[in-house]
Nanobody, 119 residues
């Protein structure tokens, strides 16, 4: 079992920056992919970014490329999502998730953290 706890959400003005954290525990993450998802009000959850724990390869949704960066602190078993040049459409609940590299589904989810970008 992997436990994930997000933090760092809040209210920020458009154009501002925010850093989300996802602390992982319960299992070695060496064969896991860590993902960030966003769920806007009334919308389905959508992928934002992902990071391969071993090697640190990253992928991003087109809508956030160049503005968001995901990274990992291996010593702290924590994944970060640095968000800059935020737009109001970035508002939503951000979830951290983990899946084993051999799994086709995201197996573990955090509770989410609210991000609100005011215009």
């Amino acid at each position: 079992q992997v436990q994930l706890v997000e933090s760092g959400g809040g209210l920020v003005q458009a154009g501002g920056s925010l850093v989300l954290s996802c602390a992982a525990s319960g299992h070695t993450l060496s064969n896991y992919i860590m993902g960030w998802f966003r769920q806007a009000p009334g919308e389905e959850r959508e992928p934002v970014a992902a990071l391969t724990w071993s090697g640190g390869s990253t992928v991003y949704a087109d809508s956030v490329k160049g503005r968001f960066t995901t990274s990992a602190d291996y010593a702290k078993s924590t994944v970060y999502l640095q968000m800059s040049s935020l737009k109001p459409e970035a508002t939503g609940v951000y979830y951290c998730a983990a899946r084993h590299m051999a799994s086709g589904t995201w197996d573990y989810w955090g509770e989410g953290t609210q991000v609100t970008v005011s215009s």
